[in-house]
């Protein structure tokens, strides 16, 4: 079988005994020839398997792609299974795709910016990436730059003050007498284990979400008068039904027993509910659980999760309108608690 032949603009137009500009105008600028004529230069082109001047060349000669790498803080296959990442997607892509721009996802996995940054118009970032290198990337690339959830002093932010919402949502959760706290926290190691923290654990002390919102658990914590046990906090390595119910299991057989589970996500919670439920345990009434994102699970869920809602989407959509409109600001989305269990 013969291989078809690779055209360029030169060589169609020569095939067509037509000049290059001719060709370009069919493609680039129709109000330059005749209906009748465009239409003849474009049937001839796709007869013989020519479909336009290279993109890629267009794009370098222009330095605009229509192409935003969107940074994840861990791998694509395990974001776009976290239903909190999809819809702050969902309202990125809704907003680009209005304006014709395409979404390329970039694994917080990665390494190193550089295999991308010469075909993208820039970067939105979607929390802070596990491998510390890309934010040092971040920093100091050519390119406009929207980080979600962490600041990196520079161009535009969108963040939900976790620090607060977490206190806001232990400060509800700790009534009198619940002096029996234990966290079920996510990512506060660097690594993929799953165990208890410590006071000898190195903690990152800077801007992760999982850290502000230990803070905000801490001061309400502390506000209360309680005493947090030196074993009374895990580390979850990943937002899943799988480990959150291993970490919550052995929270709830702990000696003595949490009557407060402080939960880092609505997924953590939900595992932490439904373990609670198998261990014939009453909730409120002998644990008081509470999680953080406002997934829709949650809020059918029987009893209702006690959580705090952020509105992942419309976060979405203003990162995304930030990137377009080039503007370097910070803008924090409102967050609202969701009480579902009776106090």
Not at 127 to 134: A, E, I, S, V
Not at 174 to 192: E, Y
Not at 265 to 288: C, N, T
Not at 289 to 309: A, C, M, N, S, Y
Request: with cysteine; net charge neutral.
């Amino acid at each position: 079988m013969t291989k078809p032949k690779t055209w360029t603009l030169k060589s169609i137009a020569k095939e067509l005994g037509v000049s290059n500009a001719t060709v370009s105008n069919a493609f680039n600028r129709p109000d330059q020839l005749s209906k009748a004529r465009r239409e003849e230069i474009l049937a001839a082109c796709k007869k013989l398997g020519y479909f336009g001047p290279n993109k890629a060349a267009q794009s370098l000669r222009r330095g605009t792609f229509n192409i935003v790498a969107l940074v994840l803080p861990d791998s694509v296959e395990y974001m776009v299974s976290d239903p909190v990442a999809s819809s702050f997607m969902r309202g990125v892509s809704a907003v680009l795709e209005k304006n014709g721009i395409n979404l390329l996802l970039f694994s917080g996995n990665n390494d190193n910016l550089n295999s991308v940054v010469d075909f993208v118009d820039g970067f939105i970032c979607y929390g802070r990436p596990r491998n510390k290198q890309l934010v040092e990337q971040l920093k100091q690339v050519a390119k406009h730059v929207v980080t979600v959830d962490f600041n990196i002093g520079r161009d535009a932010s969108v963040n939900v003050n976790n620090q607060q919402a977490s206190f806001d949502i232990a400060k509800h959760a700790l009534q009198k007498n619940d002096d029996r706290v234990a966290i079920l926290g996510l990512r506060l190691l660097d690594n993929d284990v799953l165990c208890r923290v410590y006071e000898h654990h190195e903690f990152e002390a800077g801007q992760s979400i999982a850290h502000q919102r230990l803070r905000g658990y801490h001061q309400a914590i502390s506000d209360a008068g309680i005493t947090l046990g030196d074993d009374r906090t895990w580390n979850i390595p990943e937002s899943s039904e799988r480990f959150a119910s291993i970490a919550a299991k052995e929270a709830l057989s702990s000696t003595p027993r949490p009557n407060v589970l402080l939960c880092m996500s609505d997924l953590i919670a939900l595992a932490a509910m439904r373990e609670a439920l198998k261990m014939g345990l009453s909730i409120p009434e002998d644990v008081k659980i509470v999680g953080f994102d406002g997934i829709d699970e949650g809020q059918r869920f029987v009893p209702k999760l006690t959580t705090v809602h952020q509105n992942s989407e419309e976060k979405g959509r203003i990162a995304a309108t930030l990137f377009l409109s080039k503007e370097q600001q910070t803008a924090e989305i409102d967050y609202q608690l969701q009480l579902g269990q009776s106090s």
